[in-house]
């Protein structure tokens, strides 16, 4: 694909994304965004040991539209909104939100100690006191703030082969120096981690909430893989960390699956918000109806159709679904290609319609997925303990996330 083909391919699809994604639904059915009416957050939940009591469901601003979405999640009751200066415009268009509300106390802001580069501009270990302070200051400015609520180290365990690698990042010193200083002087609150993998995501976690450095973990959890995690929120719980998910909607591979009355961005959230543990999840918002439609969620239970409806879902898509932060084949590929990277920036494309950003970042690999156009022996797929085809998957993320035409 040629640069103005991508852009005018990611108009197109940017123009269909506001359409109802129900497919089928029935007006007046649970799942019917046609129309459908302003929900409103119904349950808070206390952030560890923070001060924070954040909504149950909350925005991810990694696709903001506007900053008008913003102000109308908080009229809706939403109270924790999740950003970073990696995440295009999203900052800038927070700042214009923040010139029109005026009750800072109300609302909780979490950013990262990133570079506004396009994404993953995570600060690498080593970096300068000096610039984990710049970034944050400069994330300060651009969304007209005197103080962060949370500042992440973000996304431990993207990219270092080995724990002991991310494990210097994750306790740089001049990161933690950075910090304090930064806490003294009121413009950071919280410090917090976060983690999709696929490098030792439990390791890497386990060793943040038991380092006492961190005041709460963000982790990708879902109802298809991650057996280990319940004991690592537990762990958090215990040292009074607080728990936030992402990536709850494993692969949001599609949003019409429906058992009776249960709805699967529904029951994937409840199922999530079963555990006790987490305070709340954050999701990315896009459109008004996804704000409507994930809030219908809040503060309800979870039931046995909703786990229907997720077996249904995983029926269908679970020998496609490559599962975030799980990493088994990460050493089967004698090529060292990051096959885990290189599927989730596909259903960033595929299935999160981030077009952009899912090229972006496959174009910054240090190993794309070039060889596997021409491999002979895929022992990538043999090392799948879920069935997925990771071969023909790669083939295809290279074909499609590569800016340049290949055969």
């Not at 103005?4 to 108009?11: I, N, P």
Request: aromatic letters at 8%; one cysteine or more; glycine letters at 6%.
């Amino acid at each position: 694909m040629k640069r103005r083909e991508f852009l005018q391919s990611s108009m197109a699809m940017a123009a269909t994304a506001a359409l109802p994604t129900l497919a089928g639904a029935e007006e007046g059915s649970p799942g019917n965004q046609k129309g459908m009416e302003k929900s409103q957050v119904k349950s808070y939940r206390k952030l560890g040991k923070t001060a924070i009591t954040m909504s149950d469901i909350s925005f991810g601003a990694g696709k903001l539209p506007a900053a008008s979405m913003i102000l109308r999640a908080i009229d809706q009751g939403m109270n924790y909104f999740d950003t970073a200066p990696d995440y295009g415009n999203s900052e800038t268009l927070i700042g214009e939100a923040m010139t029109r509300f005026k009750q800072r106390d109300k609302i909780y802001i979490a950013s990262k100690y990133c570079s506004p580069q396009p994404y993953p501009g995570h600060l690498p270990v080593g970096t300068p006191k000096a610039d984990y302070i710049a970034a944050v200051d400069a994330s300060l400015k651009r969304m007209n703030l005197d103080y962060l609520d949370v500042v992440f180290v973000h996304a431990i365990g993207e990219k270092a082969p080995s724990a002991e690698e991310e494990q210097k990042r994750l306790l740089d010193d001049n990161m933690l120096d950075a910090t304090e200083t930064l806490k003294k002087a009121g413009k950071v609150r919280y410090l917090a981690v976060s983690s999709h993998g696929p490098n030792n995501l439990e390791p890497l976690l386990t060793t943040a909430v038991t380092s006492g450095h961190f005041d709460l973990i963000m982790t990708a959890f879902n109802f298809m893989k991650f057996p280990k995690l319940p004991d690592i929120i537990q762990t958090a719980a215990e040292h009074g960390v607080g728990v936030i998910a992402m990536k709850t909607l494993a692969g949001a591979k599609e949003s019409h699956v429906e058992a009776g009355n249960a709805v699967f961005e529904h029951a994937a959230f409840r199922w999530v918000l079963q555990h006790p543990q987490v305070a709340g999840l954050v999701v990315t918002i896009k459109t008004v109806d996804d704000l409507n439609l994930y809030l219908q969620a809040s503060g309800t239970p979870f039931t046995a159709a909703d786990q229907r409806a997720l077996d249904q879902y995983a029926a269908l898509y679970g020998q496609s679904y490559c599962r975030t932060g799980c990493g088994d084949c990460m050493e089967s590929c004698p090529q060292g290609v990051d096959i885990a990277n290189i599927l989730r920036y596909q259903m960033y494309f595929e299935d999160y319609g981030d077009e952009k950003r899912a090229m972006q970042s496959y174009a910054a690999l240090a190993n794309p997925a070039a060889p596997c156009l021409n491999c002979q022996e895929p022992t990538c797929t043999a090392a799948c303990d879920h069935g997925l085809p990771v071969a023909h998957k790669l083939q295809a993320a290279h074909r499609t996330l590569s800016f340049a035409s290949v055969a």
